[in-house]
């Protein structure tokens, strides 16, 4: 997982980060790997970082990500 040490969030932001990444595991077919979540997660923090909130945009840039990745 890349470095985040010096991103901090607003609890209403990580709420959100929250969701995004519940809602693109939600849609994401079983076994979910490690790597899956690792992907969506870091997606997340770095479009939070960059100052997006909005839980559906942050879960659809996830996904996306996942899949340019080609371990969909």
Do not use: C, Y
Request: glycine share 2%; no cysteine; proline share 4%.
């Amino acid at each position: 997982m890349q470095n985040f040490a010096n991103a901090a969030f607003s609890p209403d932001t990580v709420e959100a980060m929250t969701a995004a990444l519940r809602a693109a595991l939600a849609t994401l077919p079983e076994p979910v790997h490690s790597a899956h979540v690792n992907i969506l997660a870091e997606s997340i923090l770095r479009t939070a970082k960059s100052g997006e909130r909005d839980i559906v945009i942050l879960q659809r840039i996830a996904l996306m990500e996942l899949q340019l990745t080609g371990r969909a």
